[in-house]
């Protein structure tokens, strides 16, 4: 049975010097951390690449993350693996559970999480099994 948690998080991002800026485009990179809220309650680290183009509001990224959290009660960690496309502002994300990634109580986790940000608060929602 598929269930929903939601809540905030707060992100902070460590940039590294771009690593390419040939034809317009720029190959980023950096360090994420956050801190979750709500009924996802723990922090997470990570990496992300990016790509960002001359083209305004035109871009893509990809990232791993490790969380290590309290998901409604039960505590373990998993690794979410996001995809994300900027076309000329119009956004598409995909964030997703690595599949087997889930140690502790949430082995068997998999899922799907929805990012927002809305008035500059991170919001998630995440629906997600244990199996």
Do not use: C, W
């Amino acid at each position: 049975m598929t269930q929903n948690a939601s809540g905030t998080f707060a992100v902070k991002l460590d940039h590294q010097p771009p690593h390419d800026t040939a034809d317009g485009v720029s190959l980023g990179r950096a360090s994420l951390r956050k801190e979750f809220a709500g009924e996802l309650t723990g922090a997470s680290q990570g990496e992300m690449l990016s790509a960002v183009t001359a083209t305004a509001g035109s871009a893509g990224y990809v990232a791993i993350e490790r969380v290590q959290a309290t998901l409604q009660g039960r505590s373990g960690s998993f690794v979410l693996q996001h995809s994300g496309i900027m076309n000329r502002g119009q956004g598409q994300l995909s964030v997703h559970v690595v599949p087997d990634s889930g140690t502790g109580e949430l082995r068997g986790l998999s899922g799907t999480m929805k990012i927002e940000i809305v008035s500059g608060k991170h919001l998630y929602s995440f629906d997600y099994t244990l199996g």
